[in-house]
C-alpha cells in the first residue's frame, strides 16, 4: 500500500439521511471503515413489498441502479460474481461497527468476510442471535471475521489506534469510537442517548472525547430537527406510563410492539408485566436474543428459562425451526397459543409485532383491550404500515397508546455535547437536517458523498 500525506474521510453514506452509515477513514497506511449500515430507504424507487433485488445475484441489481458504491477490495467474491465489478483481494484494515442496529451492519452481508470486523463483545452476541433467528436469507450477514472488545480496549491497526468508549442507545453494547490518526483524534459517536438507564456511558464518552482534543466530531443528528416527533419520554417513564395504563385495564388483553433489538424495552415490558401481576408472553425471536444475551454477563436481561412469568408465544406454525423447538422444550408448560390466552386475558401482556397482527383473529381480545406502540411514531403520515395496524385495531375495537423512549440525544442535547466536547470540526451524518447543525455548532463541515473530506 502506498503512503498517504493527509488524513481523509470519505462518507460512503449517512449524509443527509438518517441511517446507512458508512464512513472510510484513511491515515498512512490504515484504510478502516466506522460501520457498515444499510439506509432505511434503500432502492425504495425501485422497490416496494415483495417486489425487492434478486439476492442469487448479490450485488448485481444494486449496481445497475446505482444503489450501492462500487468500492474495491471491499465487497466478497460471492457478492461479486454475478456483477461487472472484478473481485479484488481486501484493501481495508478493519470494519469497526458500533452498534447492531440493521442501518449500521447490514451490508457486511456483502464484506469479504476475510476483513476483520471489530465491535463490542455483546453485540457480537445479539448479531449471533439474530443470524440464527432471521427468517429470510437476505436478513443475515453470514460469517466475518469477528474481532471482540469490551469499552476501553484499543485496536491498533496499521499505526491507528481506535479505541471503543461505550455509549447509551437503544441497543446494549454500542460504542463510539476515538480514532487517534497522525493528523490527530477523529471522534465518531455512532448513535447515543441521554435518558436512558445508562446515561452514564454517554457521559463517559463525551469526557472521552472531550479529553482527547479531537480535530473533528463525526455525530449523529437524528433529532436535530425542525420538528421532534420523537418526543422526551425516558426510558423509565414508559414503564411508569404502562404500569398506570394496564392498572386500569384489569378484565382486557394488553398487547405491545417494540423493536425487537431493544433489550431495554424488552426488560421494561417484562418488568410492568411482573409490577401488574400479568405474564410476558414474547414472541420466539425474543425469547431467543433474552436466552442468548444470558451468555454475556455485562448485559443485564430476565433469565428465561427460570422467570415463572416469562412464557413463549406458540403460533403453531405448521413447521417450526430447530432454535425455536429448542426454545419450547427449554420453556416446558410456560409454551402458550392465542387459544389458551383467549379464555384468560386478563393474565397476559403480549408481544404482538406488525407481522404477526393476524394472531388477533384467535386471540379474541375484548373490546377496548390497550395497544401499546412503543416504537417511533411514524413519520410520514401515508405510512402504509400503519394505515394498516390501525385498520386491524379499529376491527377488534382496541385502544392505542404510544409510549416510547428514543434511542437519540435531543437536538438541545446534541447542542450541549458539541459544545463540551469542542472538536475543531463537527461533521453531521445520520440526519435529515445536517444545515441545521450550524445553529447549534461552530465549524460546521458537511460530509459529501462524492468527494473525501480531508482533514487539516
Ligand atoms: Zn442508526
Redesign the pocket.
Known sequence: MTRRAVTKLTFYGGVAE??G?KILLEDRDARIFLDM?APFDLGEDYFVEFLGPRDRFGLRDYFALDLMPRIPGLYSAEALLPTDMAYEPPAFSGIFIT?V?Y??TQHLRYVDPTIPVHLGEGARTILESLDTTARTPMMRLGSHAYATFRSGQSTTLDGVEIEPVHVDHSAPAAYGYLVHTSAGTVAYT??LRHHGPMKRLTEDFIEAARAAKPIALIT?G?RVAPDDPRGSLAEADVKENAIRLLGSAKDKLALVTFPGRDVDRIRTFFETAQAVGRKFVANAKTAHLLMTLKKDTHIQVPDIAKESDFFLYDRQMRKVDPWERELQDKLGDRVVTAEEMAKRPSEFLVQLDFWHLPELVDLRPPAGSPFIHSKSEPFEEDDVNDAVLQHWLDRFHLRRHQLHAS?HLSEREVGEMIRAIDPKIVLPV?TEHPERFTQIARHVVQPDRTRPTELP
Do not use: L, R, V
Request: charged letters at 20%; glycine letters at 28%.
Open positions: 438518517i441511517g452509515n449500515g452498534h442496529h442501518d449500521h455512532g448513535d449523529e437524528t434511542g445520520h
